[in-house]
């Protein structure tokens, strides 16, 4: 077995184990993400970004474009491409005065595509949909004299998907589909610690396991401007889609000497409806063969419609927008920045502005067909209001994109 195929079958074993990694790191510390699913994950693979995470409008047969189902019949006819992706991150967290920093690294994405005919792209993958991951606490002041409370809150998991890929190119124009699976586990808990009271400490939390079908479907068209450059236009949608889903709640009292005080009240498998919203999003990208590439992506997610625990009042609606390039002199050298909104509002009616940038490397190997990609991003979520964190985020993505001449006919000598 060749070096090749050693990485992809330890790849493989990997994605199968993916779903207990996934939901048992934490991949965030914001504590915004005790807001509805959690942070929102940047379905982009390292070389998108790298020029800030576009994709709708991209077309290179070199590269697994995720974002925009069309691109997946970019790939060549001759090649069978393999890209998984690293991630990590240093958080710097500012609370009114109060500083702290954390990190957080593992696997993020494995995915592949290969061509069934000239016209004809598939692929399949894991990537994640939302990240949740935090730990805080505050002491207050009780109403009882001498007393004083301690609040902790804490909550981990998030989603993820599976997904397969179809594409088909006639003429200029491409359509693909991407049909998912989704799935995973996301626990909230506040725990109250009393420094005088029979009651030592009681711990509120709440679960959710969701799971669910996803759809995307994408269009691409492109249009030649000379014999090496061409405008390529994207466009993408997915309709809005029901989760599968199980909502418990539990309170439990301890006693100073860890021992339950009360009867544990549990509300199993509550009856509350969970949603994902309806997406839609175009860009556009400009192209001159083995030079460069520059393009702007624009997406709308319409989560005020969606429910989430069976109401519509505690998510909006958010906007995204995306630009970057690739200059190419023997690496690929790649810039680019975003911007976005919240999805949620939080405890006091708000909610906060993210803006990042970002710059990234694409390296051959030997064989001048695969690539090893670098992106770093600086990331900044301001609220809206005064009185809440300030998070800022230096953000690492590294991937291996093994591109293999698996259909290529030898000539017998």
């Known amino acids: 077995?060749?070096?090749?195929?050693?990485?992809?079958?330890?790849?493989l074993l990997t994605a199968a184990h993916c779903p207990v990694i996934c939901a048992q790191s934490a991949n965030t510390n914001s504590s915004y993400t005790r807001y509805g699913y959690g942070q929102l994950a940047d379905p982009s693979v390292a070389s998108q970004r790298?020029?800030?995470?576009?994709?709708?409008?991209?077309?290179?047969?070199?590269?697994i474009n995720p974002l925009n189902p069309?691109?997946?019949?970019?790939?060549?006819?001759?090649?069978?491409?393999?890209?998984?992706?690293?991630r990590g991150q240093v958080g710097f967290f500012d609370d009114n005065g109060n500083k702290n920093m954390r990190w957080n690294a593992g696997l993020e994405y494995i995915a592949v595509q290969f061509p069934v005919s000239k016209k004809i792209g598939?692929?399949?993958?894991?990537?994640?949909?939302?990240?949740?991951?935090?730990?805080?606490?505050?002491?207050?002041?009780?109403s009882v004299p001498g007393n004083t409370t301690y609040k902790q809150y804490e909550g981990s998991g998030g989603i993820n998907k599976f997904y397969g890929n179809i594409a088909y190119e006639?003429?200029?124009?491409?359509?693909?589909?991407?049909?998912?699976?989704?799935?995973?586990?996301?626990?909230?808990?506040?725990?109250?610690?009393?420094?005088?009271?029979?009651?030592?400490?009681?711990?509120?939390?709440?679960?959710?396991?969701?799971?669910?079908?996803?759809?995307?479907?994408?269009?691409?068209?492109?249009?030649?401007?000379?014999?090496?450059?061409?405008?390529?236009?994207?466009a993408v949608f997915a309709p809005q889609m029901n989760l599968n889903s199980r909502y418990s709640t539990s309170e439990i009292q301890y006693s100073s000497a860890g021992t339950i005080t009360n009867d544990p009240k549990y509300s199993g498998d509550l009856n509350q409806r969970f949603q994902m919203p309806s997406t839609f999003g175009i860009g556009a990208t400009y192209h001159k063969y083995n030079k460069y590439t520059v393009g702007a992506d624009l997406t709308f997610q319409n989560w005020a419609s969606a429910q989430f625990g069976g109401k519509t009042d505690t998510l909006t609606?958010?906007?995204?927008?995306n630009l970057g390039g690739e200059y190419v002199h023997t690496l690929h050298y790649r810039a680019?920045?975003?911007?976005?909104?919240?999805?949620?509002e939080t405890a006091n009616g708000s909610g906060y502005d993210e803006y990042g940038v970002s710059i990234g490397v694409g390296i051959p190997m030997l064989d001048r067909r695969s690539y090893l990609n670098f992106a770093v991003g600086g990331e900044m979520l301001r609220p809206k209001v005064s009185g809440m964190i300030n998070e800022y985020y230096v953000k690492f993505t590294v991937s291996y994109t093994f591109n293999e001449l698996w259909f290529r006919k030898r000539k017998m000598l």
């Open 170 to 234: 006639f003429n200029r124009l491409s359509a693909g589909v991407k049909i998912g699976y989704m799935f995973g586990d996301i626990t909230h808990s506040s725990t109250s610690s009393f420094s005088s009271s029979s009651i030592d400490r009681t711990t509120w939390s709440d679960s959710l396991h969701a799971s669910g079908l996803s759809l995307n479907f994408g269009l691409q068209y492109r249009h030649p401007l000379s014999n090496n450059t061409e405008v390529v236009i994207g």
């Open 336 to 344: 680019g920045a975003y911007y976005s909104g919240s999805y949620f």
């Open 50 to 63: 790298g020029m800030g995470g576009i994709g709708y409008g991209l077309r290179n047969p070199k590269n």
């Open 1 to 11: 077995m060749n070096t090749f195929k050693r990485i992809l079958v330890a790849c």
């Open 122 to 142: 598939i692929g399949a993958g894991i990537e994640p949909v939302s990240y949740v991951g935090y730990k805080y606490g505050n002491s207050e002041t009780s």
């Open 317 to 321: 609606n958010r906007l995204k927008i």
């Open 70 to 86: 069309a691109a997946f019949s970019a790939v060549d006819s001759m090649t069978f491409m393999l890209d998984f992706g690293l």
